[in-house]
């Protein structure tokens, strides 16, 4: 069985790390659902190292290394907000998919939301993100909202918004 770590990204050379892991994930999994170009443009503004410094040094987000056994398999990025975490970012390398990190990343956020007095989860996933969503859904998300957010460039972001209210348990999949 795979050991799950989960740490914070600390260093400059860590969250460049997590960029490079970004621009391939992005490519892999995204570039059939949104093409190329707005796969191009969305790690550039999103996932770049200069936009994640950006997005840790001035917008409060938090960057964590998700870790199978020694394999560095994905990346968590967060935003605490009044009575919420907003899951901005859950990625995981295509070869690592199908290991329960996911779950494992759940119940870090889970304990994370308790610590800090949060009550609910949220995130927006591409509405044409079947399998993805199906993982969501599989973790106990709702569907709670869409949106269509224009994020530049003749690009816009066609999303569910998905919530997970804590309970008092750690999260086992249905």
């Not at 994930?25 to 170009?37: D, Y």
């Not at 199908?98 to 308790?114: D, R, V, Y």
């Not at 859904?137 to 918004?161: C, K, P, R, S, W």
């Amino acid at each position: 069985m795979n050991t799950v770590n989960i740490s914070l990204a600390q260093s400059d050379s860590e969250l460049y790390e997590i960029a490079q892991l970004a621009e391939e994930i992005w490519h892999e999994h995204f570039t059939p659902i949104i093409g190329e170009a707005q796969v191009y443009y969305m790690v550039e503004k999103f996932q770049s190292y200069p936009a994640l410094q950006t997005q840790i040094k001035q917008e409060g987000y938090e960057y964590y290394h998700l870790y199978s056994s020694h394999t560095f398999a994905g990346y968590i990025g967060i935003h605490p907000e009044d009575d919420a975490l907003f899951l901005s970012k859950l990625y995981i390398k295509k070869d690592c998919r199908g290991q329960h990190l996911a779950t494992a990343a759940l119940n870090f956020l889970i304990e994370l939301c308790k610590k800090r007095g949060l009550k609910k989860i949220w995130l927006t996933c591409n509405r044409h993100n079947n399998n993805t969503l199906a993982v969501y859904d599989h973790l106990g998300f709702v569907i709670t909202d869409e949106q269509a957010a224009d994020i530049g460039n003749g690009f816009v972001m066609d999303d569910y918004i998905l919530t997970y209210t804590l309970m008092d348990t750690v999260h086992q999949p249905r």
